[in-house]
């Protein structure tokens, strides 16, 4: 199933009849009158917006703006989760065999030896601040899950343009020499291991 379908049929679910008619209201110069008056739920009028492209899962600042109007800004959060989260570009292409090692390698030497300094190296890897809080309040008193839940949301991220060499150069970038020394030599046993 469309993720972006889902959230839609999630949104929809939460919107009372008098912030639906404030929405039609909103869409009075978008749709026509007489599909607006069929209109009876919320997916019903996403739809609409859906056909005449006015929303798709790469575009929602119409519908974030007309949930603020309607002061639902909790709407308007999980959609812009939503798209921070990627759903709405993830890659489908997972790394090949032999990255997702090298990962497996590199994260598990991150993880062993950055401590409270992680946030630095994860807005290296172009976090939102808001999903370091969200992954911060999922694991509020466990620093080493917090780095793990964070490394395993950039792999998911990038999909298969997650890198290990991107890993590398964001713990130089933060002067974390003496890991990025060890998680390349690890990497090196691992080839020389392999020939």
């Given at each position: 199933m469309d993720?972006?379908?889902?959230?839609?049929?999630?949104?929809s679910a939460s919107l009372?009849?008098?912030?639906?008619?404030?929405?039609?209201?909103?869409?009075?110069?978008?749709?026509?009158?007489?599909?607006?008056?069929s209109v009876q739920s919320g997916r019903e009028l996403f739809n609409f917006l859906l056909e005449q492209q006015l929303i798709a899962s790469h575009n929602v600042d119409l519908l974030k703006s007309m949930f603020k109007t309607i002061k639902r800004e909790d709407l308007s959060s999980q959609l812009e989760q939503f798209i921070e989260e990627g759903e709405a570009s993830a890659p489908d292409e997972q790394p090949d065999v032999n990255e997702r090692r090298l990962q497996k390698v590199v994260i598990q030497v991150i993880c062993e030896n950055v401590g409270r300094d992680w946030k630095m190296l994860i807005r290296k890897l172009d976090f939102s601040e808001a999903k370091i809080d969200r992954i911060m309040a999922a694991n509020p008193c466990d620093l080493?899950?917090?780095?793990?839940?964070?490394l395993r949301e950039w792999q998911k991220?990038?999909?298969?343009?997650?890198?290990?060499?991107?890993?590398?150069?964001a713990l130089r970038d933060?002067?974390?020499?003496?890991?990025?020394?060890?998680?390349e030599q690890k990497l090196s046993h691992l080839n020389t291991e392999n020939m």
């Open positions: 993720p972006f379908l889902a959230l839609l049929n999630s949104l009372s009849h008098r912030e639906l008619d404030e929405l039609k209201f909103l869409c009075r110069d978008r749709i026509g009158k007489r599909k607006l008056e080493r899950e917090q780095l793990v839940q964070s991220w990038k999909g298969k343009d997650a890198k290990v060499t991107d890993l590398i150069k933060c002067n974390m020499n003496l890991v990025a020394d060890m998680a």
